[in-house]
């Protein structure tokens, strides 16, 4: 704003305050009385980059405007509004410094100027200065001083600004935590070091932004197996960092909006389509980097050190999460050495301490748009805002659910998620989750007046909310899970509070129904206040209940049973091997747990379903390794069948008190029949997704006929199939029907949290309105 003052000739000055900034200007001469709106033009055209302009306000002054140049006075101390942004992946410039053997900044790890660097993960509190940073321990020297202090260099009051001379160092260690002295080795420094021992085939643990990776060369099978092995990851992909978008084209599809997102400076993993390995032409990736899948997850580097590990890399390194499977990530040094000494040759550490632990984001472009599906570095915290209707809403904190865990602040027609915490079955995670919620309560000077929560009883961030509310002595809210899934995508698409009610398509593994059951394949009609269930599913038995999920044969026991029995299938098809084999497991037991409804709690989830056509077709035919593997290995079976070309198999839906139930039974004869024939199982599976989602569609069809809807909702972790939004999306588009799917929030459970805030708002609202 100082810069673009000068270039238009304005007099006045300018300063941070609690509502955002303030400017007080005029035309330095009278003869130019469109410099101030020049100006207004070039700040929204010429935004920095980790800048964002809700509004430009605008109105006369009632006081003489400052006289005698352009000047940045101090901040004002008022109530905060403005919060911390988000970290930002290292920009243009600062890259090609790092990269010059005349810049002082040559091959220094921490660069970092106003446009990019970390922020969320140094901060301690507000308001955002360096002595409130992990940064505070670096005193800058004269020559970082000097830029910090200059309205016209890019590091003006860049709080992570740092040099050789003064800022953090990096050094490298072994599994023991010994400092391993780079000059014996011959190395340049120690990233010379470490991509030396990658290319020997070791693993190193990686000290980044937000937390530690595990890093090994993806295209070193035995590297790979044994970095499974060592994390006990046997199954999950890893993602990937990529020196350059030229080295990821290698491996995969890569069009100009999937080059915006990597190259964005939110940085985050992005799910691609991979070539056949065939026809890839660069080095072969190691099988095990993503068994199952037809995608990749591909990042770019997204700080310095990243740069210049990859530099001279011609294909990808494996970069995954620093931590056993199921723990939260390393931040620490000496927690680094302990945890992970187990799981990496060498360390890679640095004195800059991670405040804030925050993993890597991931997205993947469904219909036609980017949507996220862990919502975390690069985006949190950066706020939502909300849509008309909510400017007067109270404070609410909303804790969300159990897995995916997120928590959200709404405050002034604004929502602030955090970022993606984990699962909070989890000691360790929870912990965190409240850490981190004590920090947001803070940055943000947040008190809230109405916390909401899940309905279940059980979540542990109900547990959290109920010790909260009860010791802060305000109310708490109980929020039906596929509500919060429903009113997450409305506020996600802006749709205004008193809107007028959607029909809500939420699918999803599991949530605690009104009526005591699980749900997860539902239909609702409804808006932020109220809605009602009229149309799931057919429930179906867990036997097993938490079993069932890690399971999936148990699934299709039950759905066999459900559709007239295994035997009766096995009379119909003798010989077949997929339900022989499901014959051969202890039967007797499930059947009796299923008559008498113990340990088999039905549920109406669409998870569960996929789990069972999983099943059948043999993936993961005794237990999965990791959340949704079922589904997600059965989308890619489907991934080289086009769902248009394919006949669908058949459901029916038949109407009960409950409302009208959607029910697989009809389609397992013809499922099996195929299976039977030889067909492909890649091509079955086509079918399941065609026949899932004709029958969606068609029942949210007659539906929204009947109640006069035209605008539908898709929500749940089980629209992260892209195959299946896509078909479904597309079938209710061209039927008319405007369609809402989220964006800025995951729409698996990591979403939750914003639709708890806003239902809790809204309802607050509405009594006020009493």
Request: glycine share 8%.
């Amino acid at each position: 704003m100082w810069r673009l003052a000068q270039e238009c000739h304005l007099v006045g000055d300018v300063c941070n305050d609690g509502e955002g900034v303030l400017i007080r200007a005029r035309p330095a001469s009278d003869s130019d009385p469109n410099a101030i709106d020049r100006f207004c033009e070039r700040l929204s055209a010429e935004c920095p980059p980790l800048a964002r302009i809700d509004a430009i306000e605008r109105r006369p002054l009632t006081e003489p405007a400052p006289s005698g140049g352009f000047r940045i006075r101090d901040s004002e101390l008022t109530q905060a509004r403005t919060g911390i942004v988000a970290d930002a992946a290292t920009c243009p410039d600062c890259a090609r410094e790092i990269r010059d053997p005349a810049d002082r900044r040559h091959r220094y790890p921490f660069t970092n100027c106003t446009h990019c660097g970390p922020r969320l993960t140094i901060v301690r509190g507000i308001p955002y200065d360096r002595s409130r940073t992990s940064m505070s321990v670096f005193p800058m020297c004269p020559a970082c001083r000097a830029e910090y202090g200059d309205p016209a260099d890019r590091r003006f009051h860049a709080q992570p600004n740092a040099c050789p001379d003064c800022g953090p160092r990096l050094w490298l260690v072994d599994a023991d935590g010994l400092e391993l002295d780079t000059r014996e080795t011959g190395d340049l420094d120690a990233i010379s070091a470490a991509s030396r021992l990658l290319r020997e085939g070791r693993i190193l643990a990686i000290k980044g932004i937000g937390g530690f990776h595990l890093a090994c060369d993806a295209t070193n099978a035995e590297a790979v197996a044994e970095l499974r092995r060592r994390k006990r990851r046997y199954a999950k992909p890893f993602a990937l960092m990529a020196r350059d978008l030229d080295v990821i084209a290698r491996y995969c599809a890569i069009d100009p909006e999937a080059a915006r997102i990597l190259t964005a400076p939110a940085a985050p993993i992005l799910l691609l389509d991979r070539h056949d390995p065939d026809s890839a032409n660069g080095p072969a990736l190691a099988a095990d980097i993503a068994p199952g899948q037809t995608s990749l997850g591909f990042m770019l580097p997204y700080s310095p050190l990243h740069h210049l590990l990859l530099d001279d890399w011609d294909r990808p390194l494996v970069m995954t999460s620093g931590n056993l499977s199921e723990e939260p990530q390393c931040i620490d040094n000496r927690d680094a050495v302990a945890r992970l000494g187990p799981l990496a040759d060498f360390g890679l550490l640095h004195d800059r301490d991670i405040l804030n632990r925050v993993d890597d984001s991931v997205v993947r472009v469904m219909a036609g748009a980017p949507r996220l599906i862990r919502r975390a570095r690069g985006y949190a915290p950066s706020p939502i805002v909300l849509p008309p209707g909510f400017d007067s809403a109270p404070a609410v904190l909303a804790l969300g659910g159990e897995l995916k865990s997120s928590f959200c602040l709404l405050r002034r027609g604004e929502a602030i998620p955090s970022q993606h915490l984990g699962d909070l079955e989890d000691a360790r995670t929870a912990r965190e989750y409240e850490r981190t919620l004590d920090l947001y309560l803070d940055l943000f000077q947040h008190r809230p007046r109405i916390l909401a929560v899940d309905r279940h009883p059980d979540y542990r961030s109900t547990l959290i909310g109920r010790d909260r509310a009860s010791r802060w002595e305000i109310p708490m809210v109980d929020i039906q899970h596929h509500h919060a899934h429903l009113a997450s995508t409305l506020a996600d698409n802006g749709w205004p509070l008193k809107g007028s009610p959607v029909l809500g398509i939420i699918l999803d593994g599991l949530g605690y129904g009104d009526d005591d059951t699980i749900w997860g394949g539902e239909f609702l009609v409804g808006d932020y206040r109220d809605c009602r269930r009229v149309g799931h599913l057919e429930p179906v038995a867990m036997p097993g209940g938490t079993q069932a999920i890690l399971e999936p044969w148990r699934n299709l026991f039950a759905q066999l049973e459900k559709a007239g029995g295994l035997e009766a299938m096995r009379r119909r098809h003798q010989g077949l091997s997929a339900l022989d084999r499901l014959a051969a497991r202890p039967l007797d037991v499930l059947r009796t747990m299923i008559e008498r409804g113990i340990n088999a709690p039905r549920s109406s989830a669409a998870g569960r379903l996929f789990d069972a056509v999983a099943a059948a077709l043999g993936i993961c035919g005794d237990r999965i390794l990791y959340e949704g593997q079922a589904a997600i290995e059965l989308e890619s079976l489907a991934a080289g069948y086009p769902t248009d070309s394919e006949p669908g198999y058949p459901f029916r839906a038949t109407k009960s008190p409950s409302g009208i139930r959607l029910n697989a039974a009809p389609m397992w004869p013809a499922l099996f029949r195929d299976l039977a024939a030889g067909l492909e199982t890649g091509r079955i599976s086509s079918r399941f997704h065609r026949g899932f989602a004709t029958a969606i569609v068609k029942l949210a069809l007659e539906i929204a006929g009947d109640l006069q809807i035209g605008t539908m909702a898709l929500s749940g972790g089980v629209f992260q199939n892209r195959i299946l939004m896509e078909s479904v999306s597309k079938d209710l588009s061209d039927a008319g029907i405007r369609v809402l799917m989220q964006r800025q929030v995951p729409s698996n459970d990591g979403g939750l949290s914003l639709g708890q805030a806003c239902i809790a708002a809204a309802r607050a609202l509405q009594n006020l309105d009493r």
